[in-house]
């Protein structure tokens, strides 16, 4: 794949498509309300008694279909996306139903907040053969504990807060730690936060651990899975610019491997015993610093150690696999137009994800960036098939809003391995086909060096709608073109393209 010939087909596309829509719009973000609503109680006891402002007492309610053609994340796994084969059922259409209530108080030096959640999935071919009643894909019993935490600071009169329990945490652009709030479970961690802040830097340093979901048995994070960090940010460094810089460990011990492991499949299966440790820095222009131009660069470097991945039925030669020594990187490039003077806003964006591989799965080191805890949809493809790891990917976004309350966005991707001595990891970090050994070439996804690294190409239209203060629509339509390596991958067996397509209802009450 000519990676640059591509890009410019991809430009020339988009803006086409741009010119003939009269404008269209990049990175996608949903459309405010058109006026800021706290939600019916907020509304009502705010209005009865001014003192009730320091409570939040909401429910968000999202209703989503999805449907996913021949890459639908079936019981044939993402081992199989795009093929033909008779066995393969790669087709899903599923609803998923969420309610997360939440109470919450915020005083001058006391805040506290307890938010719920209730996920369904109805009609979803996920993983139920499997591990039925185990994990059941985006859902996790009638209600569970999202969130639960008390904060105890105050920025303006003291440097130094804390944040302890169960929570989010949101970090730059949620390309490394993010709350996943696109998947119907979302992701949380039992975590202690203390946030140092003055004039010159602000650091935010914790520990805790991620909360696996487990069905009707409720969530908790697994003590020998710890994962730490401290993230600084720097606001008198440029006036122009934000500065901050990170670095992330997570230590998992190699009794995390259980006798349940094997029938839990990913991504809620516990991960391999390593030591990790994220290096980056992360520079981002502030809103209109440079006049319509806007930018973004974030490097990641990773060194430590991680585990050989077995088998899923290896429990045993799990808990003995010998580590090996890592060394892994990333970087993100982004460079965005924003057409000011124009009433719909349209902005052109062009962003490069480079994900390190393995350029040698026989000697004795790990090359593959780990991609932690991230939201990877908002990256690489709504389709989610791709992850960070040993991938790279080329996306041009088109972004516009016709109304204040109305978005649409036209995105295209180039997608491509790193190393093909490597495998290509699903959205999860799962490698494709890694506990079959006994294909053959054509026969399904593996390590083949003569393959072409060329994955494919994605193209997404998202469109979004506020309808009122309370409801947003959300529609989105996507088409994924194979490339060389899915076409060489599957040639015995067959393949064909995937298309997705999902439309979303959210109510904020």
């Known amino acids: 794949m000519n990676i640059a010939r591509t890009c410019q087909q991809l430009a020339l596309t988009a803006l086409l498509g741009a010119s003939a829509a009269t404008g269209l719009h990049a990175q996608y973000a949903p459309p405010p309300p058109p006026r800021p609503f706290p939600g019916f109680i907020n509304e009502k006891l705010r209005a009865t008694d001014v003192y009730m402002s320091a409570w939040d007492i909401a429910v968000n309610l999202r209703g989503r279909y999805e449907y996913k053609n021949n890459a639908g994340f079936t019981d044939a796994g993402s081992n199989w996306d795009f093929s033909t084969r008779p066995q393969d059922d790669n087709d899903n259409a599923y609803y998923l139903l969420r309610a997360m209530p939440r109470v919450a108080y915020t005083g001058k030096w006391f805040a506290a907040t307890v938010e719920g959640r209730s996920s369904y ?3 979803d071919e996920r993983y139920l053969a499997t591990a039925p009643g185990k994990a059941l894909a985006e859902r996790d019993g009638p209600i569970d504990l999202h969130q639960a935490f008390v904060f105890i600071g105050n920025h303006k009169e003291f440097p130094v807060s804390l944040k302890l329990g169960r929570q989010e945490l949101v970090y730059g652009d949620q390309r490394l730690v993010g709350h996943f709030r696109w998947n119907n479970n979302a992701r949380t961690f039992d975590a202690l936060k203390v946030r140092w802040q003055n004039a010159i830097f602000g650091v935010d340093v914790f520990t805790g651990g991620v909360v696996y979901n487990d069905h009707n048995n409720g969530n908790d ?3 020998q899975d710890l994962f730490s960090g401290a993230y600084f940010n720097f606001p008198t460094v440029s006036t122009k610019d934000i500065v901050e810089a990170y670095v992330f460990a997570r230590n998992t011990a190699r009794g995390i491997v259980t006798d349940d492991w094997s029938g839990v499949p990913a991504p809620f299966r516990f991960p391999a015993p ?18 319509a131009w806007d930018y973004g660069i974030e490097l990641m470097y990773q060194t430590g150690n991680k585990a050989t991945v077995f088998p899923a039925t290896a429990v045993a030669a799990a808990r003995t696999a010998p580590r090996l020594d890592h060394s892994a990187y990333a970087g993100i490039l982004q460079l965005g137009y924003t057409w000011t003077e124009h009433a719909w806003q349209p902005r052109l964006a062009l962003i490069y994800s480079h994900g390190s591989g393995d350029d040698n799965a026989a ?4 090359q593959t960036f780990q991609n932690l805890f991230p939201t990877n949809h908002l990256f690489y493809g709504y389709m989610d098939l791709s992850s960070l790891q040993n991938t790279q990917d080329l996306r041009l976004a088109y972004t516009f809003k016709p109304k204040p309350t109305l978005s649409v966005a036209l995105e295209g991707h180039v997608q491509q391995l790193t190393e093909t001595t490597d495998y290509w990891y699903n959205v999860a970090g799962v490698p494709r086909n890694f506990t079959t050994t006994a294909v053959g070439s054509g026969s399904g996804y593996r390590i083949n060096p003569s ?9 997404d239209l998202v469109v979004g709608y506020s309808v009122t203060h309370y409801a947003q629509l959300e529609l989105g339509l ?5 490339g060389d390596y899915i076409k ?10 995937a298309s997705y397509a999902y439309f979303q209802l959210t109510l904020n009450l």
């Not at 060489?488 to 393209?497: F, I």
């Open 121 to 123: 999935s109805i009609g």
């Open 221 to 223: 994070f697994n003590s």
């Open 274 to 291: 390593q030591d990790l440790y994220t290096w980056g820095l992360r520079l981002k222009s502030k809103p209109a610093a440079y006049d």
């Open 363 to 366: 000697d004795a080191k790990s």
């Open 451 to 459: 393959y072409d690294a060329g994955l494919g190409y994605e193209a």
């Open 478 to 482: 996507s088409h994924y073109f194979r």
């Open 488 to 497: 060489q991958s599957l040639r015995t067996v067959g393949s064909r393209d």
